[in-house]
Each structure stands twice: as structure tokens, then as C-alpha cells.
């Protein structure tokens, strides 16, 4: 129709039909361009978070789609990071330099392991004993906490001269967790009227109720609340107790190296490939959960559930909880419980 218009309009100007129409070209490509890119603009960008794509099962080869891949970080980008957080506190802190009284030595297999307390450290000094020839019989996955009593202490590293040559060959192994997923576990298992696997700290637990909750509370409840645990520990700056210090304390003292850093949320997976490495017959236990994806595991979900809902009703106090642990946050850049990955770290 514009055709027809200009043809009618200069129908004795050849020049200047040309140019009506060369414009209105121009012009109708413009409109094309901006439908098009408005219409991108609306759309949902894809997100890296919720990519198509696979995972795979601990239990059965076949993979599940719909959901990101999980991709461990390599060893060598968790000592880059890992080294320059420590580096940059004040003092700053070398891993060339460090031991933790939850260090252990065992001489057979020539591996150090640093047992940081609710970062799975149980499964993995009864797979160390066991490849270590300690245990006379497997141990029920229900009690697996039984290591941390007379089998495991001759090994401790207060028995081992740290400066021999033995020692200073072996492979020197820690394991570090999400913070939040981490308090969580330990206020599940310690604190809180749940049935779960491990013992309790109840006069911790009432201690804290003692501290913190009103006199005129109804709670029948002899024993403390998530909530509670959270404004006692922003109370005293931190419960002192092993299985609440943050990790970073294990990490720092003196004289042991830490070659192996692994994070709880890829254990199996960078377990294996650390032992093929070492040629080490050594297998850890299955997950205590039925997923594989330390995404949608319980203690993720209950800590996500947990968080959210006290956020809701005091972001003061979440956000006091956190700078308690924000150093553990840092170590593997750690997402926080709002973000879609969470609990993985973010390397």
C-alpha cells in the first residue's frame, strides 16, 4: 500500500519515488528491530542455576533432567580460594603452618585427617580406621559417632612427632560445610527434642533456655528452640562447645598442612577421585539421605525452611548469626540459604 501511495505521489519524480521507498524501508526494518528486541526482553532469561540438564543418582545409573549438574570445584581452585581468604585475615593464616587438636595419623594408609565436628568427620574416621586395619567389624551407620571414643585416640596427633619425615609425607586431609546447613545439623542433633542419629547436649540445651527464654513462655518444652539457639549463640558471640566453634578455628593452629580440602557436599564424588589418586581401597558410607544432591537432601531443606522463617520475623538476628560464621562463609564462598544452589559452594 505504501508502494501504491509513493507511485501515486511521485509519479513524475523517479528520484524522489526512489528515496520515499529506500526510507520506508529503513523505517520498517527499525520497527522490526525494536518488535524483536522488546519481545527478547520479556522473555525469562535462562539462568545457570536452572539449566536443563543431568545429575546422577547415588543409587542407580540413570540421570534426572531438570536440574543444574553438579559440578564439583577442582582441588586446585579450593587452594587458590581457600588461600587468599586466609591471606587476607588479619593475621593472616598459612595452611603450610597448621594442626587442629581434631587432627588424626594414620600410619598404614599415610593420610592425616582433620575431623571438623558436623561436617561428616565420623563417616570418615570410621573409613579411615577400617582401611587403617583398626576395626575388627563395620560399625552400625546409626552409631558410626562410636569412632570418636577409645578406637580412634591412639591416633591422635599428639601421639606423632609432627616434624618426622613419616609425617610430613602423608596426605593431610579436611572436610568443610555450608555454615548454615552446618548449625542446623548441629542444633537438630545436640539441642533440639528430635530423634535423630548421634547424642545430645542436654544441659547445653537447657542452659540455653535458662538464658533466653521469658519466664511466662508457655513452651512445655524442656529443651531449647532453633530460634532460641540462634539468640543465645549472637548472645555469648558463639557457643564455645566443639560441634557449634566455627570451622576456621580447626584450621588454625600450628604446625600442619592441609593438602586435600574438600567440601561435605561433594564428599563421595572428590572422595573417590582423591583415594584413585592416592590408589587407596577406601570408601565412605552412602548419604544418611535417599538424594544424592546435597540441593534437595533434608538438612538443606530444613535449613532453608528454618532461616527463611526467622528472617521473616527478625533479619537482625540472621544477619548477627551470620557474621559469627562469616569467615566458614568465605572458605569456599558458600551460598547463602536464599540462593537458588544453596547449600554448594560458589567457586
Known amino acids: ?45 535462562e539462568s545457570k542455576y536452572l539449566i536443563s540438564n543431568t545429575v ?30 586466609l591471606g587476607n585475615l588479619d593475621p593472616p593464616y598459612n595452611l603450610k603452618e597448621i594442626k587442629s587438636p581434631q587432627s588424626y595419623f594414620f600410619p598404614n594408609i599415610n593420610i592425616f585427617f ?43 596427633m599428639n601421639n606423632y612427632d609432627r616434624t618426622s619425615d613419616v609425617v610430613n609425607s602423608a596426605t593431610s586431609i579436611a572436610v568443610l560445610r555450608n555454615p548454615w546447613t552446618r548449625a542446623v545439623s548441629g542444633y537438630r542433633q545436640k539441642l533440639s527434642s528430635e530423634q535423630v542419629q548421634g547424642g545430645m547436649l542436654r544441659s547445653l540445651s537447657y542452659k540455653i533456655v535458662q538464658s533466653i527464654r521469658p519466664s511466662d513462655d508457655n513452651n512445655p518444652d524442656p529443651l531449647c528452640t532453633f530460634e532460641e539457639f540462634v539468640k543465645y549463640s549472637v548472645k555469648v558471640g558463639g557457643i564455645g562447645d566443639r560441634h557449634f566453634k566455627t ?23 572428590m572422595a573417590g577421585e582423591l583415594f584413585d589418586r592416592l590408589h587407596k581401597n577406601i570408601s565412605l558410607f552412602k548419604s544418611y539421605d535417599k538424594t544424592s544432591d546435597p540441593r534437595q537432601q533434608s538438612s538443606a531443606l530444613k535449613a532453608k ?41 560458589l567457586l
Open 1 to 45: 500500500r505504501i508502494q501504491i501511495l509513493f507511485e501515486v505521489m511521485f509519479k513524475d519524480n523517479k528520484k524522489a519515488y526512489l528515496v520515499a521507498v529506500g526510507v520506508s524501508l529503513l523505517v520498517s526494518l527499525l520497527f522490526i528491530y525494536i518488535s524483536v528486541s522488546t519481545n527478547a526482553e520479556r522473555l525469562p532469561q
Open 56 to 85: 546422577w543418582t547415588q543409587d542407580e545409573d540413570k540421570p534426572q533432567t531438570g536440574v543444574t549438574k553438579l559440578v564439583p570445584p577442582t582441588p586446585e581452585s579450593i587452594q587458590a580460594h581457600i588461600s587468599k581468604v
Open 114 to 156: 582433620t575431623g571438623i565436628p558436623k561436617t561428616g568427620c565420623s563417616n570418615w574416621e570410621e573409613a579411615l580406621l577400617s582401611a587403617e586395619g583398626a576395626l575388627q567389624k563395620d560399625i552400625d551407620q546409626k552409631h558410626v559417632s562410636a569412632v570418636h571414643g577409645g578406637v580412634i585416640r591412639p591416633y591422635r
Open 247 to 269: 570451622q576456621l578455628s580447626y584450621l588454625n593452629a600450628d604446625i600442619m598442612r592441609h593438602d586435600e580440602i574438600i567440601p561435605l557436599e561433594y564428599a563421595n564424588k
Open 305 to 345: 525452611e528454618w532461616l527463611l522463617e526467622l528472617q521473616s520475623k527478625n533479619p537482625k538476628l540472621i544477619s548477627d548469626f551470620y557474621q559469627i560464621y562469616k569467615d566458614d562463609f568465605d572458605l569456599l564462598n558458600y551460598s547463602n540459604f536464599t540462593h537458588p544452589e544453596f547449600p554448594l559452594p
